[in-house]
Nanobody, 119 residues
């Protein structure tokens, strides 16, 4: 099982980024997936999660700005991030599990992370 994130970068406040996470070793339609982030000196927090039916869950601070989606043909998870703010600066991680953990941190499988910096 492997998760590989991409799409991070440095942007100005108000701009957008789209993160991608390619999954291998399982089919994305059969697992629950999520995006987490961790800023320096802070705990890892759940940002958005998506269940096997495509139903999303968001943490309050990103609701109406971020959109999580999944392409089960490409086995890829996405996070569209609009109206980025300085406080969104963090390492972003993709996670997967066979249980519906929503934004809990106990996912079994994690990617290596992709850095997002907003100035």
């Amino acid at each position: 099982v492997q998760l590989v994130e991409s799409g991070g970068g440095s942007v100005q406040a108000g701009e957008s980024l789209r993160l991608s996470c390619v999954a291998s070793g399982f089919t994305s339609s059969s697992v629950y997936m999520a995006w987490f982030r961790q800023a320096p000196g802070k705990e890892r927090e759940g940002v958005a999660a998506i269940d096997t039916t495509g139903m999303p869950t968001y943490t309050y601070s990103v609701k109406d700005r971020f959109t999580i989606s999944k392409d089960n043909v490409k086995n890829t998870l996405y996070l569209q991030m609009n109206s980025l703010e300085v406080d969104d600066t963090a390492m972003y991680y993709c996670a997967a599990d066979f249980h519906n953990l929503q934004l809990a941190r106990s996912y079994s499988y994690w990617g290596q992370g992709t850095q997002v910096t907003v100035s």
